[in-house]
């Protein structure tokens, strides 16, 4: 038998892991704010995949590895709770646009505790419900409410710039974090 006619899952893995390795590293690093710890954390989740693969590619094996990406990166951030060393240095020429407004989403990100970011990530950037966050953190529904609230209210203290640029046309900008407060 020739390589050709046995197929154990791995090019359903390879075709996953083209199609879906862009957005599951932006997801990473928005959960952890470092490139670097982003892709260690994407090519764990992804080896973590490749084992499981054969019981998990029936189902959603982009939420798996979602999953496993939050979760590592609350283990990461408990096991070593200390100051964040950057790569680049704090941004302070002011960019146009849709650039100001990202910096300081990630800015403000990276003043959130690590629950709190990955609920907001998995939210409005993953798009996910209530119901599949609490799932993917291990989390019941009303935690995911909780620390979203919290999270939301801590985003306005500490960037009230994200709620509305009056700048731009359309009388503000919605950026999807605003909710009742």
Not at 39 to 65: F, H, I, S
Not at 126 to 145: M, N, P, R
Request: hydrophobic share 40%; with cysteine; net charge neutral.
């Amino acid at each position: 038998m020739g390589p050709a006619t046995t197929d154990d899952g791995r090019n359903g893995y390879v075709t996953f892991v083209e199609s879906h390795q862009h957005r599951l590293l932006r997801a990473a690093y928005l959960v952890c704010g470092n490139r670097h710890q982003a892709e260690d954390l994407l090519q764990d989740a992804l080896l973590k995949l490749a084992l499981r693969w054969p019981t998990v590619r029936q189902g959603d094996p982009a939420a798996y590895v979602r999953t496993i990406l939050y979760r590592d990166a609350v283990s990461w951030w408990r096991r070593r709770r200390r100051e964040w060393l950057s790569a680049y240095p704090p941004e302070t020429a002011a960019h146009e646009g849709d650039g100001t407004l990202r910096l300081a989403l990630r800015d403000a990100l990276g003043h959130l505790p690590p629950r709190q970011r990955a609920v907001l990530v998995l939210r409005y950037f993953e798009d996910l419900t209530e119901t599949a966050t609490a799932e993917a953190l291990g989390v019941t529904v009303g935690t995911v409410k909780s620390q979203c609230h919290a999270a939301l209210r801590r985003l306005r203290e500490v960037a009230p710039e994200l709620a509305h640029d009056e700048g731009r046309p359309g009388d503000g900008l919605v950026t999807g974090m605003e909710v009742n407060p």
